[in-house]
């Protein structure tokens, strides 16, 4: 079986371990119901507590509570990229995410996220906060809380558009014909969505050109929506444009991050491939 879904709840005088639980209803071997729970596939509500992941398989149930389970043998199986953390600032971190690796978790586990990964790498363990979130198939920096005030704070800087975000994409076509330097600025979703970027460089043997993004607003896949209206789609994008086939992937990069810490209270800068950030 490859996929398999649960949702029950515990009857009384039917509590024991979880994994015991589990392994009678979905009709597998213990190991790989410990192996899906420490990759986050399982999930239980008690009565004092909301829904939580549970990895521990000795956990012993008790009547009333809500467990579900969310089995995808193919998902389980995947070994994921690895994130690097590159800078440590105590209330954050600033991690290079790789291409194929989720921003956060699915029902189904969350093994092949940075989120889960962040969570392991630290010692003593910390608690984890997504600030902003980057496609799966693209790469680049991201920032990670590790308290509520600063999740607070950091997404605050976000919501206002005070964290500047600057990308690197690869797009098909010679987009240096329609200028250096360009704005788009078509609506998306019915929203205005304004994209500026700058042309690197031009490639005609493979057609395509470097550019270097900055966007002025956060709308939904706003860089690939907008250079694929435009014409020039990204490379190695799976959803939007034609003829942008690749087969390294696709070419969007989170490559620099800027804005005033705001806990050291001075602007800091993150830039992709660099082992220090700069503070001013």
């Given at each position: 079986?490859?996929?398999?879904?649960?949702?029950?709840?515990?009857?009384?005088?039917k509590t024991g371990s979880i994994s015991d639980f589990l392994a009678a209803r979905a009709g597998l071997p213990k190991a790989r119901i410990k192996d899906a729970m420490q990759k986050g596939a399982v999930w239980l509500r008690g009565w004092k507590s909301g829904l939580r992941r549970l990895r521990r398989a000795s956990t012993?149930?008790?009547?009333?509570?809500?467990?579900?389970?969310?089995?995808?043998?193919a998902l389980l199986a995947r070994v994921p990229p690895q994130a690097v953390c590159l800078?440590?600032?105590?209330?954050?971190?600033?991690?290079?995410?790789?291409?194929?690796?989720?921003?956060?978790?699915?029902?189904y586990g969350d093994h092949c996220s940075l989120l889960r990964q962040a969570e392991v790498f630290f010692r003593p363990v910390r608690l984890v906060f997504l600030v902003h979130r980057l496609d799966r198939e693209a790469a680049g920096l991201m920032l990670i809380a590790h308290t509520r005030t600063a999740a607070a704070r950091l997404s605050r800087l976000l919501q206002e558009n005070r964290i500047s975000k600057v990308y690197q994409v690869v797009v098909a076509g010679?987009?240096?014909?329609?200028?250096?330097?360009?704005?788009?600025?078509?609506?998306?979703?019915g929203k205005t969505a304004l994209t500026g970027y700058k042309v690197l460089g031009y490639d005609p043997q493979a057609s395509t050109t470097a550019v270097e993004v900055r966007l002025k607003t956060g709308r939904f896949h706003q860089i690939r929506?907008?250079?694929?209206?435009?014409?020039?789609?990204?490379?190695g994008d799976p959803r939007y444009g034609t003829g942008n086939k690749n087969k390294e992937g696709m070419k969007l990069a989170a490559i620099g991050l800027s804005f005033i810490c705001p806990f050291q209270k001075r602007a800091v800068f993150f830039r992709s491939g660099q082992d220090d950030s700069r503070q001013e």
């Amino acid at each position: 079986m490859n996929r398999i879904v649960i949702k029950a709840v515990v009857e009384a005088g039917k509590t024991g371990s979880i994994s015991d639980f589990l392994a009678a209803r979905a009709g597998l071997p213990k190991a790989r119901i410990k192996d899906a729970m420490q990759k986050g596939a399982v999930w239980l509500r008690g009565w004092k507590s909301g829904l939580r992941r549970l990895r521990r398989a000795s956990t012993v149930l008790q009547a009333g509570d809500s467990v579900e389970f969310y089995y995808d043998a193919a998902l389980l199986a995947r070994v994921p990229p690895q994130a690097v953390c590159l800078h440590d600032l105590r209330a954050y971190s600033v991690w290079h995410k790789p291409a194929g690796l989720l921003a956060q978790g699915t029902k189904y586990g969350d093994h092949c996220s940075l989120l889960r990964q962040a969570e392991v790498f630290f010692r003593p363990v910390r608690l984890v906060f997504l600030v902003h979130r980057l496609d799966r198939e693209a790469a680049g920096l991201m920032l990670i809380a590790h308290t509520r005030t600063a999740a607070a704070r950091l997404s605050r800087l976000l919501q206002e558009n005070r964290i500047s975000k600057v990308y690197q994409v690869v797009v098909a076509g010679n987009l240096a014909v329609a200028g250096l330097e360009g704005r788009i600025d078509l609506p998306l979703d019915g929203k205005t969505a304004l994209t500026g970027y700058k042309v690197l460089g031009y490639d005609p043997q493979a057609s395509t050109t470097a550019v270097e993004v900055r966007l002025k607003t956060g709308r939904f896949h706003q860089i690939r929506r907008h250079f694929a209206m435009l014409g020039y789609p990204v490379m190695g994008d799976p959803r939007y444009g034609t003829g942008n086939k690749n087969k390294e992937g696709m070419k969007l990069a989170a490559i620099g991050l800027s804005f005033i810490c705001p806990f050291q209270k001075r602007a800091v800068f993150f830039r992709s491939g660099q082992d220090d950030s700069r503070q001013e």
